[in-house]
């Protein structure tokens, strides 16, 4: 798809809007998710905006138990869609990797554990375009993200432009189940070994890797991004 192709959506397009668009745009659509803030409001918005394709979770074997647990509610919750987990039933000590890889070299653990299991799940399926959660007050590395991002596999990112107040009162009004670890200060939530959580003033993604030079897995950003 080009960037012509692309509807003249603004800053203040509802989510609802951008999402019907790409639900008619792309049969075949698909949406990644690992049941972060963003991705539970995602999902509510997808639904209430007619998708009703698969939603893809890549088990890394190092989940928190309340990651799985939200995973569980949604699917629940949420029986007109079609919840996916790769590798489901990963561990620590399946061989995938050295167990203790996530310190010695999280940039090759994350891409043994995620992003080459979504890799194989996205060729596979062939998907032309993906639906992401992820929003502009995330992280400085996500402050230009637009609606669309073309390409050969289009990314459309709904939420861009809402800000993490605007996340959580969506969720409030409409109970949506958030995982508790948010409450607690896991803003965002990956693997245990690598979150903590987030100090005040930090933004939502400083307890991802901290303090080792890392600020994403690698399936949005990098050479093997989706
Ligand atoms: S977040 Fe940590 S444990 Fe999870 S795949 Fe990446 S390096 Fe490994």
């Not at 075949?28 to 905006?49: C, E, K, Y």
């Not at 399926?125 to 400085?140: F, K």
């Not at 100090?199 to 303090?211: F, I, N, Q, T, V």
Request: glycine share 8%.
């Amino acid at each position: 798809m080009s960037a012509a192709a692309v509807p003249a959506f603004t800053p203040e397009t509802d989510p609802l809007d951008v999402i019907r668009w790409a639900v008619a745009e792309f049969p075949g659509l698909r949406m990644p998710s690992a049941f972060n803030l963003n991705g539970v409001i995602l999902l509510d918005l997808a639904v209430r905006a007619g998708y009703r394709g698969k939603v893809v979770f890549v088990d890394t074997g190092f989940h928190f138990p309340e990651t799985l647990a939200t995973r569980d509610r949604l699917a629940a919750r949420y029986p007109e869609l079609s919840f996916v987990t790769v590798n489901a039933g990963a561990h620590p000590d399946d061989g995938l990797t050295a167990p203790d890889l996530y310190a010695a070299d999280p940039d090759a653990c994350c891409a043994a554990r995620k992003v080459q299991p979504l890799q194989a799940y996205l060729k596979a399926h062939n998907p032309p375009a993906l639906l992401n959660a992820r929003s502009r007050d995330q992280a400085s590395t996500r402050a230009d993200i637009p609606f669309v991002e073309p390409g050969a596999r289009v990314k459309v990112n709904p939420l861009a432009h809402w800000t993490r107040e605007r996340l959580e009162a969506y969720a409030r009004e409409h109970d949506l189940p958030v995982s508790p670890l948010y409450f607690s200060g896991f803003l965002s939530v990956g693997c245990w070994p690598c979150t903590r959580a987030v100090r005040p003033g930090e933004d939502a993604r400083a307890g991802r890797w901290a303090g080792r030079g890392k600020t994403e897995c690698g399936l949005w950003a990098g050479e093997a991004r989706l």
